[in-house]
Nanobody, 113 residues
Framework: QLQASGGGLVQAGGSLRLSCAAS????????MGWYRQAPGKERELVAS???????NYADSVKGRFTISRDNAKNIVYLQMNSLKPEDTGIYYC?????????WGKGTLVTVSS
């Protein structure tokens, strides 16, 4: 089970940190990711991190967002800086492991101009 939190309303240029707490014993060996879905658009990958610490970012967030994980606490974070109105959307936490693909309830991020 995944539970995301930390969304909210922020002005352009501001920062937010999203958190996603996971239950279960496979967190430390799973690929964790953050996706977002803007109004009227498809869900897209924002950032992901393997169990070994390798990261992957969407081009639109490179240099502004940072994904990290705390395997001792089963939490994955997304630090979002220099936010833009186009970052607005529902952000979802995702866990992938050996064909398992789990989604948490999203958290809404709204960036005002």
């Amino acid at each position: 089970q995944l539970q995301a939190s930390g969304g909210g309303l922020v002005q352009a240029g501001g920062s937010l940190r999203l958190s996603c707490a996971a239950s279960g014993i496979i967190f430390s060996i799973a690929v964790m990711g953050w996706y977002r879905q803007a109004p009227g658009k498809e869900r897209e990958l924002v950032a992901s991190m393997t169990s070994g610490g390798s990261t992957n970012y969407a081009d639109s967030v490179k240099g502004r967002f940072t994904i990290s994980r705390d395997n001792a606490k089963n939490i994955v974070y997304l630090q979002m800086n220099s936010l833009k109105p186009e970052d607005t959307g529902i952000y979802y936490c995702n866990l992938q492991f050996r064909g398992m693909n789990s989604w948490g309830k999203g958290t809404l991020v709204t960036v005002s101009s």
